[in-house]
């Protein structure tokens, strides 16, 4: 009797254990400036897509709950999400239960977006706390004012979505019913993580590192949520469990932090090493208002006469183009090591870093580049909107600010490129006026790192990075197009509409893109001709190889290129010109697609010249 009870028992308690899903996402989404007490709120919500955008009128704001669960930080449209919607949804309600602890009694509650596409209203009880307009920015409201400790409260989320008014920074996303070409299934609401944490009042809002390698030093540049004329701010530098430097000031705004380090090491893709970080605001008493852990990589980015310099020496950037789709989460990826396993794959691959493509990338992206040593450009997600509009350019300006501003510490990030392939004519001077607004805001947002204005398109003023795009495939005429005419003038695209290029660093920021699709799975019933690539299908892998490797090595081979960025890492839907397939298979001989990529320049020239030499025969 008292062992069937057992095994009663413990299959009620197996049941139960089988019924509770994992919770997503569930690591710390902001890993620079990490906290010990918050509250993940991924998983299950309830929602309502609203489609006839009546949601406002039927006050959905003071719902308990909607008739459909989706699992968040999932937009629906993925598969993980649990409802797999592909067509256009203009409107989406969320709803989910904040249960405040007792112990946050007294303390600012921030609640935390990582993501949300794009116009967002947040409802506490049926009242409207805030709203914030971006989709690729990652944000948080105060919600002190709005809940109290030991209670539960209902949450709402509103979001609007129009990638078809072209009005709003949208990416690759598609402004047809179905994926096409290089545009792909849409990201509509919450997308990425959602959390919640205590802060005293006089705690940390945030900390911004630059790194000073010439002088050996870190300058941190601290920002509290209110500050008190008694307390202090410490930050402590470590390597390992050692101590290398340390500073306590007042907890002022104004305040920049200075703190040597001595026998400094450097970060890079090389050696990416990484000091450990803690920051301290204390009270006049000594007790502890706030405490939060952070790292930093110790490097420096430059440009001089035209070449990047990592550390004080010249590098050359071999890049890849990361999209950041996946194929059951769209903007999402679907656990952590996912995010880890991208740059693992890159890196396997020969490249030493990535641009990062139409769209902005998770944090814990970040925190794996720095780990593992990935270089990475930061792009905002802008390509198809009407750069002529006033609406459009202050909707993009404001978006990449809170982008630029959010990454500002990540040691990984070396470039900014806010726009991509500016192809639409310009109109009463518009698009160029928005242009160089970007550039000078960027750069005043951030001395340190140089600002690819326009990844390929029309060039206006100014820019660090001189960046341009080519899809030639065949070798020898993509030679004759990149090399430096008798004049002095290089390859521009559109010389007629660009300004000219005025000795900046130069890169070749997309070539290649050559189609190969290795198996058409069942799920793929596109066919097989409607898959996009750039140029004729190679007929066999040596074929493949062949080409790969002698635009490679044109690219290489010509002195003012500092630098390239191959199209592209994986597959995304229909576009089959990745080095992986859209689920991270292998599609090459590793080994070989890694000496391609890796191979020295001065190899390159003689294989070039050679190359040119047979062609001339």
Known sequence: MKKSILIAVMALFFTAAQAQPTQPRSEYPRPQFERADWQCLNGTWTCELDFG?????????????????????????????????????????YHRTLSIPQ??????????????????????????????????????????????????????????????????????????????????????GIWAPVWMEPVQKNGLKNVRITPDL????????PEFLETDAEATFTVTVKDGQKVVGSKTVRASNSAYVAVPVKKVKTWSPETP????????????????????????????????????????????????????YYPDGQWTAPTDEALKQDIVLAKEAGFNGARLHQKVFDQRYFYWAD?????????????????????????????????????????????WSPLNETWMEDVDNQRARLTNDLYFMTRRLDRTRPVVTTSGGYHEGFTDIYAEHTYVQDPVALYHQLEMKPDGSVYNHFPDKSAPWKGEAYMIDEFGGIRWVQQMKAKEVTPAEQFWGYGKDPQSLDEYYQRLEEQVNVILSIPYITGFCYTQIVDVELEKNGIYTYDRERKFDMERIHRIFTKSREQARQEVDKMLKERDK
């Open 371 to 415: 780990h593992l040593g990935y270089l990475t450009w930061g792009e905002s997600p802008s390509w198809e909107m009407d750069w002529t509009n006033q609406i459009a350019a202050r909707n993009m300006i404001a978006e990449w600010e809170e982008c630029v501003e959010r990454d500002y510490s990540v040691p990984c990030l070396v470039a």
């Open 273 to 324: 090493f990484l000091y450990d970080v803690e920051y301290t605001v204390s009270g006049a008493e000594g007790n502890i208002i706030d405490n939060v852990r952070a790292y930093a990589g110790m490097r420096k980015v430059e440009l001089r006469q035209g070449v990047f310099y990592l550390n004080n020496e010249p590098y050359y950037q071999r890049l890849v183009l990361d999209q950041g």
């Open 53 to 93: 955008q009546s949601g406002m009128e039927n006050k959905l704001y003071e719902s308990k709950g909607f008739g459909r669960n989706i699992t968040v930080p999932f937009c629906p449209e993925s598969e993980l999400s649990g409802i797999g919607h592909k067509d256009f949804i203009p409107a989406i309600w």
């Open 103 to 188: 112990a946050w009694d007294g303390q600012h509650i921030l609640l935390h977006f990582a993501g949300v596409d794009y116009r967002t209203k947040v409802f506490i009880d049926g009242k409207e706390v805030f709203e914030h307009f971006g989709g690729a920015a990652s944000w948080a409201v105060d919600i002190s004012r709005y809940v109290k400790a030991g209670s539960s409260h209902q949450l709402v989320v509103y979001a609007q979505d129009d990638v078809r008014s072209r009005l709003q920074p949208g990416g690759k996303q598609s402004r047809r019913l179905h994926s096409y070409e290089c545009f792909y299934t849409r990201v509509t």
């Open 214 to 221: 010439d002088n050996s030093q870190f300058v941190f540049e």
